[in-house]
């Protein structure tokens, strides 16, 4: 029976890094998770809005997310017009590719970094071409103009780490003759951001996530800045009522504690240095990170045998098949101590 598009029925699928059942004691390391709670009044947000019988779960929620909007855009500097709320970033990244790319057509991205834009892109039938890096980490053999209709440009790179410098942003984006996304699902915790770009260069669309730096992956968070016209056209696309209301209370409160949120992410940042400092005492080899991950490589470069060292000792990190990244692995920053435990049982694995 011939029920299914081609290209859904030949497709394989995306798969998430493995997330172990509730109650299974690992220590998670593998999905970028905040170590961290997230805001103190986001749990009191939640069940405000729900009530004491939840009766206002019986209404639809906000369609606009308006409140949000202005929130987000009075934080990063931008009128609300430029802002757009989305069911975690992966929902903007999304619609993006339905609102710029026809079947056919092509958008690009960096290998290695987020391979979901891959799948997304064949959802739609859109043909996909990757770029590699060179050894100082710019995009090698990025043509003098792109002609694709997306480029999606992970900076923070993940998993590597590093970040594209903004002036090498400001490059590419003049060399896109299409979008150039910034997928800055990381940039809270580096030094610096493409937000100024979106200001200055009609076709840079900046996407962010409230599942890292915010830790609320569990609520299904993120946003896209852009211009205008480009919002509206995201607007036109999306679910209607993308953000449910206990999404819309929670994003509220977090995004209003930026006390917090300084706060979490300095932790974050200083645990990284200090992890990074004890891997490279191990012999390993790390790439300085802008991101709440390390990618480091161990002095027998083999990641497969490291991982299932932790893996036995309940500690749960990222191995990556692919060969450019099997030699290594992906490690979230937790908390100081459970930084101390990895260090000690990577030691132990020798
Ligand atoms: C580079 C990158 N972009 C986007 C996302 C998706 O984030 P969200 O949880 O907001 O959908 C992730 C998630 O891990 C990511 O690593």
């Given at each position: 029976?011939?029920?299914?598009?081609s290209?859904?029925?030949?497709?394989?699928?995306y798969?998430?890094?493995?997330?172990?059942?509730?109650?299974?004691?690992?220590?998670?390391?593998?999905?970028?998770?905040?170590?961290?709670?997230?805001?103190?009044?986001?749990?009191?947000?939640?069940l405000?809005?729900?009530?004491?019988?939840?009766?206002?779960?019986?209404?639809?929620?906000?369609?606009?997310?308006?409140?949000?909007?202005q929130?987000?855009?009075?934080?990063?500097?931008?009128?609300?017009?430029?802002?757009?709320?989305?069911?975690?970033?992966?929902?903007?990244l999304?619609?993006?590719?339905?609102a710029?790319?026809?079947?056919?057509e092509?958008?690009?991205?960096?290998?290695?970094?987020?391979?979901?834009?891959?799948?997304?892109?064949?959802?739609?039938?859109?043909?996909?071409?990757?770029?590699?890096?060179?050894?100082?980490?710019?995009?090698?053999?990025?043509?003098?103009?792109?002609e694709?209709?997306?480029?999606?440009?992970?900076?923070?790179?993940?998993?590597?780490g590093?970040?594209?410098?903004?002036?090498?942003?400001?490059?590419?984006?003049?060399?896109?003759?299409?979008?150039?996304v910034?997928?800055?699902?990381?940039?809270?915790?580096a030094?610096?951001?493409?937000?100024?770009?979106?200001?200055?260069?009609?076709?840079?669309?900046?996407?962010?996530?409230?599942?890292?730096?915010?830790?609320?992956?569990?609520?299904?968070?993120?946003?896209?800045?852009?211009?205008?016209?480009?919002?509206?056209?995201?607007?036109?696309?999306?679910?209607?009522?993308?953000?449910?209301?206990?999404?819309?209370a929670?994003?509220?409160?977090?995004?209003?504690?930026q006390?917090?949120?300084?706060?979490?992410?300095?932790?974050?940042?200083?645990?990284?240095?200090?992890?990074s400092?004890?891997?490279?005492?191990?012999?390993?080899?790390?790439?300085?990170?802008?991101?709440?991950?390390?990618?480091?490589?161990?002095?027998?470069?083999n990641?497969?045998?490291?991982?299932?060292?932790?893996?036995?000792?309940k500690?749960?990190?990222?191995?990556?098949?692919?060969?450019?990244?099997?030699p290594?692995?992906?490690?979230?920053?937790?908390?100081?101590?459970e930084m101390?435990?990895?260090?000690?049982?990577?030691?132990?694995?020798?």
């Amino acid at each position: 029976m011939n029920i299914l598009r081609s290209n859904i029925a030949s497709m394989a699928g995306y798969v998430p890094g493995f997330q172990p059942p509730d109650g299974e004691v690992f220590l998670k390391l593998n999905s970028n998770e905040n170590p961290y709670p997230p805001a103190p009044g986001v749990v009191a947000a939640i069940l405000a809005e729900l009530g004491s019988d939840g009766a206002s779960l019986r209404k639809y929620p906000c369609a606009s997310s308006g409140r949000l909007r202005q929130i987000a855009g009075d934080l990063y500097g931008f009128d609300p017009s430029w802002v757009i709320m989305a069911n975690g970033s992966d929902e903007v990244l999304n619609n993006l590719i339905r609102a710029c790319a026809a079947e056919g057509e092509e958008i690009a991205y960096v290998h290695p970094s987020y391979s979901y834009y891959s799948t997304l892109a064949e959802i739609q039938g859109v043909k996909v071409r990757t770029f590699g890096l060179t050894d100082d980490y710019r995009i090698a053999d990025f043509p003098e103009r792109y002609e694709g209709r997306i480029f999606f440009l992970t900076t923070p790179n993940a998993p590597l780490g590093f970040a594209f410098p903004i002036a090498y942003i400001e490059e590419l984006a003049q060399r896109c003759a299409g979008i150039l996304v910034a997928d800055e699902a990381y940039v809270d915790f580096a030094d610096e951001n493409a937000l100024d770009l979106v200001r200055n260069y009609e076709n840079v669309v900046v996407t962010r996530t409230l599942s890292k730096s915010y830790s609320l992956a569990g609520m299904r968070l993120g946003l896209a800045i852009a211009r205008p016209e480009i919002i509206a056209a995201l607007d036109k696309i999306r679910d209607h009522y993308n953000l449910d209301r206990l999404a819309q209370a929670a994003c509220c409160a977090a995004l209003s504690d930026q006390d917090y949120f300084r706060d979490c992410i300095r932790k974050v940042r200083e645990t990284r240095e200090a992890f990074s400092g004890r891997l490279r005492q191990l012999g390993y080899d790390v790439i300085p990170s802008h991101g709440n991950y390390v990618f480091a490589v161990p002095p027998d470069r083999n990641g497969r045998s490291v991982y299932e060292g932790l893996f036995q000792r309940k500690i749960l990190v990222r191995h990556f098949s692919d060969p450019l990244l099997s030699p290594g692995l992906r490690i979230t920053i937790g908390t100081r101590e459970e930084m101390e435990i990895t260090a000690a049982a990577l030691e132990e694995i020798g």
